[in-house]
């Protein structure tokens, strides 16, 4: 039975403590043992004091996920942190095939709980306008666990669909040919002068931000820190921010008259429910 | 110039205070003049004291937008609240459609403050397991605004190149054709035991989950406030949980053992940064 044993497994958003919420903080003050890469352990150090810290390097994400289960499993308060949203790209993920893996069953040691973050893309998309209002996907431009035909693939749906696009993990040291693969299929369906973001740690010491287009953003550095937002058909700039509009100009004017083709008295008859 | 006017637009996370980011109490806690639509304000309703607060209807958007900027342009402190992240299908964008309807210019008021907060579909994410580990997309399918076949275009790319697909504002009372399209859009891709969750009002007061899968989903109340999450082809339920892979238990095994094809050495070199 879970007796004690808890294991929460916490996104802390971008990294600064004025996007953690309260639910994060929560959970990291209850807990005994907090486990995370070490980066992310830096940014929640002023949460710790008392507390059992298991931070590792970067290339150990499995050894993490089965430290946290293990230790939650003898029965202690377990978190494990990851930036932005745990559940994108994040550990919550390989929690569960850890859990899998050990026969874990439901109402066994650990209880588990889920707490969700701001994660990147969204925290990224605020620190340059609002690109990401209409639909959009993530992409990782990572192929070490997935094969780059997959991703390409992807890449080339997205585009063709128009899909605002963000790319995580665009290159690395290096891995450098992805991104400009991942231009070249684009290209093929947008506009040289379509809108792209790059965003370097939004809202942590040093955040960097490049507002380009699809015809030169491959001329800024591109790391493995940088979410590249690459806009739709109809993303726009304006004053130096990036607007995907949701389509109320295009189809309404916003003065609420009534465009030709359209039933009057619909112009405002947009639900708020219907976001 | 921008003399006290300030316009932040703050997403306040799925709607309870747990998940309210301290950015945004504070933005909410600065404001002189709250503007939102009914529900959302009442979400907040305990930060509201002494402030003035201007409540619309959901058929008012536009409206909501204009009086937020129009208050701010004048002096005040302005906030325009959103649930989830106000930059997702949220009132961001159609502030900037406002901001340049009237000629806005950066440097005169308001100063803008867009404050990101948890998105519908990592709310709703964390409280079916974690369905959103690998590439992602959202799609609306309200055709209010966007033609129907651009969105069934999108579905049908999302589904052919395996996204994990978050459907928001899948039905409601009058439109219900809509998500028995996408059903027989995705069908055509993907398994009928592909798990597909329903979650209705995450973290408020009435929470309603159901898992289910790709051919049953259909049989559920599906409505405005329901955001259908579709797994792609390695999505699996797992203890009443759903969970897509991240790959490492295809690629590698958990345990670090090589497998055939596969590099010694490699198995653990997963980066980090590499989300």
Redesign the interface.
Known sequence: MAEGGILSVV?I??GD???????AL?AIHNAQVVVG?R??IKLVRHLLEGKEVVQT???????RA?AAVERARAGANVVLVS???A????M??????????IG???GDAPTLN???????A??C???V????????????L?D???PWA??A??I???A????VISL??PA?GRRTRQIVEAHSIIRRYREGSTPVALVKGAYREGEKVVMSDLDHFLDYEIG??TTVIVGNSHTFF????M??????????T?E?DVLPGQQPGRS????????
């Open positions: 996104g958003g971008p403590g004025a996007h953690v919420t309260p639910a929560e890469y980066t992310y390097g970067m290339t150990e994400e499995i050894g089965r930036s932005g949203d559940g994108v790209y994040g919550a993920g390989l929690v569960f095939e850890v859990l899998r893996e874990w069953k439901r889920l707490v969700p973050g701001i994660t990147a969204n925290s998309a605020s620190r306008g609002a690109p990401l209002v209409h639909d959009s996907c993530t992409i990782s990572s070490l666990l997935t997959v991703i693939k992807r080339e749906a997205a063709s669909s128009d899909f995580y993990n690395s493995m820190l304006f004053e130096g921010y607007v995907t509009p949701r389509g109320y100009t295009r189809k309404y916003l609420g405002l008859v947009v639900r708020e429910e219907e976001v």
